[in-house]
């Protein structure tokens, strides 16, 4: 399971949806889903555009967790 810790990252980091908006150009409506789960995929621009603004690692943005086979 691939799952979004942005909204993780904009508390610790004490910031908001609207100030991410305007330092990267990203919709807020893109930065929204993230946050609240509701996106279903992302593409590496916005990766990039959220890792250049929080000068942090993709891993630090999304996290995988494998999933137990059954």
Do not use: P, Q, W
Request: aromatic share 6%; glycine share 6%; hydrophobic share 30%.
């Amino acid at each position: 399971m691939i799952e979004s810790k942005l909204g993780e990252l904009i508390h610790n980091r004490r910031t908001n949806i609207k100030e991410v908006h305007e330092a990267t150009g990203l919709s807020r409506t893109t930065i929204s889903n993230l946050v609240n789960g509701y996106a279903s995929g992302i593409r590496f621009e916005t990766l990039t555009k959220l890792s250049n603004h929080f000068n942090c690692e993709i891993t630090d943005i999304i996290n995988y967790e494998k999933e137990e086979e059954v």
